[in-house]
């Protein structure tokens, strides 16, 4: 590649096509946007339909492009097999990438490095055909790409037979703290193919990008980049909420479903840290049964409470128990809301969450302790950082038959929100939140290495 100044570089981003996924390679984008570097964004017909983008605060080096995954009217719900799906996906996306970076090739702007998510494995194997640099850009934290690592090469042998499970870098884990697919990979075995199969061509990578920043995960950082050298490059939070280093950047600006705002208003008239913000993501679904005790957990914590519940979920809470939340004159349910606008709110004492890896980021980043109710994938680690290692949450216990009771969530609310512990988990979360904004930070550990993520552009 011939050499070319360094304000012309062009990066093509290519995320997994959910917006758990997009959002923080969209957030790593306007991070690159500052350095001089000009980012087309590529997802799918389907996302281009669906999405909700919040284009005034989108620099002006910042595109988007589109190309189809074979479901254009559906997406992933159009089929329903996530085997299927992504078998699919790879043949009629690898061919529509090529002829876009044909297209880009022939332009002012070719593209000198192509960023994925190792969820597409492929997209390395095609960017490697034009001779353009690959980097895989993994949106979840080390500790669960380093285990997931462990596992593909054969490092730790599943099904686990013993405890506690020990690995360099690592706290010692039980089986209980494990990704979903190393706990029981017989359970979910087409996602436990995909999250392995990221491995399949990784030495393949010229550069490995991981959405953390080093003091949150130095151990583990360290251990792993002996085997397979990373750059953490996060957290990909909005600026506006940690160094203010990137200009209108206040938000997640791609979102999947309509934003109501009105619920801010409502926490503006509590009490500084008397509120509860509950929230378990866009993919967790509760029974019915465990829907009734979280409702009877916040009503019987005392505690001011907004709780985020999609219309999709609805169905497994009763008209009744809604009712009598709103009516107590203590909890507010809504369909969703911009989350950081929430965290950030003087009201907010607690965060009630399926401790996903980026409301886990989000809610280090603004200094909001904890309750976790980990579901599955890489939340049940998450979650034992959070309580052990970060020391900003408690994790809720199950019983016998899977469910966290009423008389549980109550109990970690009212720790979290009223005792010592809890005063522990706000001054540990305030240290997480002030080292977060350091690494983004002029000069800090994901800034710099931001910075050599570019300079490799510059030297090809």
């Known amino acids: 590649m011939e050499e070319r100044k360094y304000s012309n570089m062009h990066v093509l981003m290519i995320p997994y096509p959910s917006q758990g996924h997009i959002n923080p390679m969209l957030q790593f984008s306007k991070r690159l946007s500052t350095k001089g570097v000009k980012v087309t964004m590529v997802t799918t017909i389907f996302i281009s339909k669906t999405m909700h983008l919040q284009s005034s605060s989108l620099p002006s080096s910042l595109q988007f492009d589109f190309i189809s995954d074979g479901y254009d009217e559906g997406g992933f719900t159009q089929v329903g097999n996530i085997s299927t799906y992504l078998s699919h996906m790879q043949a009629i996306g690898s061919k ?4 876009l970076i044909q297209k880009h090739n022939v332009s002012d702007h070719p593209i000198d490095c192509v960023v994925y998510d190792p969820f597409l494995q492929w997209v390395l194997d095609v960017a490697k055909e034009f001779n353009i640099i690959g980097a895989a850009f993994f949106t979840q934290m080390c500790a669960v790409n380093y285990m997931y690592y462990y596992v593909y090469h054969g490092l730790l042998k599943l099904p686990i037979s013993s405890m506690p499970i020990s ?3 690592l706290p010692l884990l039980e089986l209980k703290d494990t990704p979903s697919f190393v706990y029981d990979p017989g359970f979910y075995p087409a996602y436990y193919e995909m999250v392995m199969n990221q491995y399949s061509n990784i030495h393949k990578a010229d550069i490995i990008l991981v959405n953390s920043f080093y003091k949150l995960e130095d151990q583990v950082v360290d ?4 085997l397979c050298p990373i750059l953490t490059i996060g ?6 909420y940690l160094d203010k280093g990137v200009p209108n950047d206040k938000d997640n600006d791609l979102n999947l479903f309509q934003l109501d705002s009105s619920p801010i208003n409502w926490l503006n008239s509590k009490p500084e840290g008397s509120a509860i913000y509950v929230s378990f993501g866009s993919m967790v679904c509760f029974s019915i049964e465990q829907m009734k005790e979280i ?11 907004l709780w985020v519940i999609p ?3 609805k169905k497994n809470i009763s008209k009744e128990l809604v009712e009598e939340m709103s009516s107590s004159g203590k909890g507010l349910v809504v369909n969703w809301i911009p989350q950081l606008e929430v965290l950030s709110n003087k009201a907010i004492g607690c965060f009630l969450t399926h401790s996903g890896w980026n409301s886990t980021l989000e809610a280090l980043c603004l200094g909001v302790p904890m309750v976790a109710i980990p579901q599955w994938t890489d939340q049940p680690l998450n979650a034992k ?17 899977g469910i966290v009771t009423k008389e ?4 970690c609310i009212m720790k979290v929100m009223e005792n010592d512990i809890g005063r522990e988990m706000k001054i540990n979360a305030k240290k997480w939140r002030e080292l977060a904004i350091e690494a983004v930070s002029h000069s800090g550990t994901s800034d710099n290495n931001i910075n050599e993520f570019v300079n490799k552009l510059k030297r090809s």
Not at 295 to 305: K, Y
């Open 295 to 305: 409702a009877l957990g916040l009503l019987g914590s005392g505690s001011n409470f």
């Open 235 to 240: 957290p990909t939070v909005p600026s506006f």
């Open 167 to 169: 690995i360099p870098g």
């Open 311 to 313: 219309n999709m979920e």
């Open 385 to 401: 950082y959070v309580e052990d290692v970060w020391k900003v949450g408690m994790r809720v216990k199950v019983n016998e038959n």
């Open 223 to 226: 251990s792993m980049s002996k």
């Open 96 to 99: 529509n990438l090529k002829e």
């Open 408 to 411: 549980e969530i109550e109990s």
